[in-house]
Nanobody
Framework: QVQLVESGGGLVQAGASLRLSCAAS????????MAWLRQAPGKERELITR????????YYADSVKGRFTISRDNAKSTVYLQMNSLKPEDTAVYYC????????????WGQGTQVTVSS
């Protein structure tokens, strides 16, 4: 069992930056790949980025590529999402999720944090 707690969301203007954090507890953090997903009102949940257990491999959806950066600090059991050049269409609830090493099944989720970008 892995517990995940997101923080750092808020209301910002278009063009601004935010950094989300996701603190993990319960198991050895480096045994898990991590991902950030988001869900906007009326839309399906979207996986926007993920990072391998070591941090050596990352993936970004086209919608955030070049603007968002995922990173992790295994010593702090934390994964981060740096979001730059935010757009109104980035408005959503952002979730972090964990998958056991070698699996693509993100079985553990945080409660989510709201990001609202005004135009």
């Amino acid at each position: 069992q892995v517990q995940l707690v997101e923080s750092g969301g808020g209301l910002v203007q278009a063009g601004a930056s935010l950094r989300l954090s996701c603190a993990a507890s319960g198991r050895t953090f480096s045994n898990y790949a991590m991902a950030w997903l988001r869900q906007a009102p009326g839309k399906e949940r979207e996986l926007i980025t993920r990072i391998s257990w070591s941090g050596g491999s990352t993936y970004y959806a086209d919608s955030v590529k070049g603007r968002f950066t995922i990173s992790r600090d295994n010593a702090k059991s934390t994964v981060y999402l740096q979001m730059n050049s935010l757009k109104p269409e980035d408005t959503a609830v952002y979730y972090c999720a964990a998958a056991p090493r070698g699996s693509s099944n993100y079985a553990w989720w945080g409660q989510g944090t709201q990001v609202t970008v005004s135009s």
